[in-house]
């Protein structure tokens, strides 16, 4: 596996990530400044590394910061699937343009596209239209929910031109006609930035256009938009069993009749992570790459539940770690795709 510039990864988090982590998770700060950092030090970019060796890469980076904070783990997630949609595209304005920005951090990106992949699996209409005119497009509606929002971000969209017809975009959150409003009263994750983004004749350059036919792009991006979520659910099981093992001598030995013992989430952690990082290298097959979503949701939950049973009284307070991977497992089966998602993309 190829990562950038190793143990700096694992020094960027002590010194300027896990200071902050309570902060991220009890007063909604966002950690845009560490987001930034690991720009300026390559960790976005290819850096010479073939496909395959950045898709590792990248999963490694989300796995090792869920780890500390599931909240900063997906605004990584968010903006690496930012720079996938631009990398993939044929527009050579963005690539040219925007691309060195997002790696090297001095831009950061969004998906925006929590709707258009519920729209995908039958389960949403469009919330946004399109009327295409001589200068771009006229884009209206409103997004419930983007992350990873802030004025010198760009996200990804998908709207609506005709009955047969989708284009997707990447736009800029300065953009003229965009309002913005914060989302910050969930259960968990306040500090991702995540906004209602209401589109009123919004112009959408043809510069801006990802692709013309949303609907054959979105099967190029897809696999990676949901395989890399998973590298949250193993960070944070990782972290629960980390735990769930430091406290097995408590009470005298009393988390030894317990049902879920640290073995037991050990061995499903790794059988997943093999998995994980078999697609990561081979991402062919969408149904596994569903399944195994699907399990990294399922695992999280498995392994928060667990931690906190172990942990008792000590985890059972606000402010307690245990208590946020609790919430942040929770996050995993709701995100777009969620658990009911996953399962109805599974049996279509």
């Given at each position: 596996m190829t990562v950038t510039k190793p143990g700096l990864l694992d020094d960027l988090i002590e010194k300027n990530l896990r200071p902050i982590v309570t902060s991220i998770d009890e007063n909604a700060l966002y950690p845009g400044d560490f987001l930034k950092i690991l720009g300026r030090e390559g960790f976005f970019s290819q850096n010479g590394n073939d496909e395959k060796e950045h898709r590792e890469k990248t999963m490694f980076l989300i796995e090792r910061v869920a780890e500390e904070c599931n909240s900063t783990a997906f605004l990584i997630w968010c903006h690496t699937t930012a720079i996938r949609f631009v990398r993939n595209s044929d527009n050579d304005y963005l690539k040219q343009e925007i691309l060195p920005l997002l790696e090297n951090g001095q831009r950061l990106g969004g998906t925006g596209l929590s709707n258009s992949m519920k729209y995908y699996?039958?389960?949403?209409?469009?919330?946004?239209?399109?009327?295409?005119?001589?200068?771009?497009?006229?884009?209206?509606?409103?997004?419930?929910?983007?992350?990873?929002?802030?004025?010198?971000?760009?996200?990804?969209?998908?709207?609506?031109v005709s009955d047969s017809n989708r284009m997707m975009a990447f736009v800029p959150c300065h953009v003229e006609g965009l309002h913005k409003i914060q989302l910050d009263d969930f259960l968990g994750l306040n500090g991702t930035a995540t906004y209602s983004c209401r589109f009123e004749h919004v112009l959408v350059p043809y510069d801006w256009v990802l692709a013309h036919d949303a609907d054959s792009y979105v099967k190029r991006i897809r696999p990676e938009?949901?395989?890399?979520?998973?590298?949250?659910?193993?960070?944070?099981?990782?972290?629960?069993?980390?735990?769930?093992?430091?406290?097995?001598?408590?009470?005298?030995?009393?988390?030894?009749?317990?049902?879920?013992?640290?073995?037991?989430?050990?061995?499903?952690?790794?059988?997943?992570?093999?998995?994980?990082?078999?697609?990561?290298?081979?991402?062919?097959?969408?149904?596994?790459?569903?399944?195994?979503?699907?399990?990294?949701a399922n695992l999280a939950i498995k392994a928060a539940h667990a931690e906190m049973l172990h942990s008792g009284g000590a985890g059972y307070v606000r402010h307690s770690p245990t208590s946020r991977r609790l919430r942040e497992a929770y996050f995993l089966n709701i995100v777009t795709p969620a658990v009911k998602q996953l399962k109805k993309l599974l049996n279509m």
């Open positions: 699996a039958g389960m949403e209409s469009l919330k946004l239209k399109a009327q295409k005119t001589n200068d771009g497009f006229l884009v209206s509606g409103t997004l419930p929910y983007v992350s990873n929002v802030g004025r010198d971000h760009w996200f990804g969209i998908i709207a609506e938009f949901v395989l890399n979520q998973t590298g949250m659910a193993l960070g944070l099981v990782k972290a629960s069993v980390k735990n769930i093992e430091r406290l097995q001598k408590k009470q005298n030995n009393a988390n030894s009749y317990l049902d879920l013992q640290p073995n037991e989430l050990n061995e499903e952690l790794k059988t997943l992570r093999d998995n994980v990082y078999k697609l990561v290298r081979h991402p062919k097959n969408f149904k596994e790459i569903l399944q195994s979503r699907l399990d990294g």
